[in-house]
């Protein structure tokens, strides 16, 4: 066990940058810290770091032995989770990450009420779209939008998606309501741009079950979503996206579904995790919240005709 101690010590300094800094962050003495690191390189008989007075650096065995000691850390720490009383209450810290729309509309509002079921959990929650790689970035748990790849993740759709077209009320009454995808081309449209591409998405329509795009003349292109449709909920134009993003519009009647019978499915909304997380406490917990979260929300989308 004094190895696996010293084995934290050792990633601490090298996630700190220096002995004196792990140290604050761990609440020892630097001088524990420098003998936690001097027992460690006797007991592998190698250097692990190269210290001078006003650098530190990583021998290539410190290089392999902290990358190799992260994995058995995570692993002793799932050992004791999983080892514990499964009724036992949720403890300790938990990481998240997901696309800020979600983070903003959903979960954060909803995170003061999971913190006081399970008063034992700190959560650390950051907004990404990438898909970033759980393990080296220390994710617990991960929500992400659209086709996921193969990467031996846990993966549950909480929501399924639909596009929606929509205006407002006041656009509605202004305009009219188009009865066909190709109506669009006559009426102010609000076109959503890829931020990394800088091209125009395509609005996706379905007919007798086979979807198919279309491009109607924009008055206005965005990158930003929630501009987009803030734009839209002012009278600005028709916009269309997932249904996930036009939850709350959508239900308080700021913008009006249109276009019904042509709707088409979108990507689903999913939560990750690794596969030994499963019977993580804190990591079950925080999965149910989010899953019961989507499926209220998805009994306010409007349905399609």
């Known amino acids: 066990m004094d ?27 630097t001088s524990s810290v420098t003998h936690q690191i001097g027992v460690l390189e006797a007991h592998f008989g190698v250097k692990l770091l190269n210290r001078t007075t006003r650098s530190m650096s990583l021998t290539d065995e410190g290089r392999r032995c902290v990358e190799q000691a992260r994995v ?8 004791e989770s999983s080892m514990s009383d499964a009724h036992q209450t949720p403890r300790g810290s ?83 309501r188009p009865r066909h995808p190709d109506e669009l081309n006559d009426l102010p449209c609000l076109n959503f741009v890829y931020p990394k591409a800088r091209q125009l998405r395509p609005w996706t329509f379905q007919q007798d079950g086979q979807p198919f795009t279309s491009m109607p003349r924009g008055a206005v292109a965005m990158d930003h ?11 600005g134009g028709v916009v269309q ?14 913008l009006v579904p249109l276009l019904e019978q042509w709707q088409a499915p979108g990507p689903d909304v999913s939560v990750l995790y690794q596969q030994r997380h499963q019977r993580a406490a804190r990591v079950a917990v925080f999965v149910d919240f989010v899953d019961a979260l989507f499926k209220n929300a998805a009994a306010s989308v409007p349905p399609a005709d």
Not at 128 to 146: F, K
Not at 225 to 235: D, F, K
């Open 3 to 29: 190895r696996l101690d010293a084995l934290k010590v050792f990633c601490a300094v090298v996630d700190a940058g220096g002995f004196s800094r792990a140290a604050a962050k761990l609440g020892i003495s």
């Open 72 to 79: 058995l850390l995570a692993e002793m720490d799932e050992l």
């Open 94 to 176: 938990l990481r998240v990450d997901m696309p800020g729309i979600l983070a903003r509309q959903f979960v954060a509002p909803a995170l003061p009420r999971f913190l006081a079921a399970y008063p034992e959990l700190s959560v650390r929650l950051t907004a990404t779209d990438r898909l970033i790689d759980m393990v080296d970035e220390g994710v617990d748990v991960m929500l992400r939008i659209g086709e996921l790849p193969d990467s031996g993740l846990v993966a549950r759709s909480v929501f399924k998606n639909r596009y929606i077209c929509c205006a407002s009320p006041d656009f509605i009454a202004r305009h009219g």
């Open 225 to 235: 979503v929630e501009s987009l449709i803030e734009m839209a909920v002012q009278g």
């Open 241 to 254: 996206h997932l249904s996930v993003s036009l939850i709350e519009p959508l239900r308080s009647g700021a």
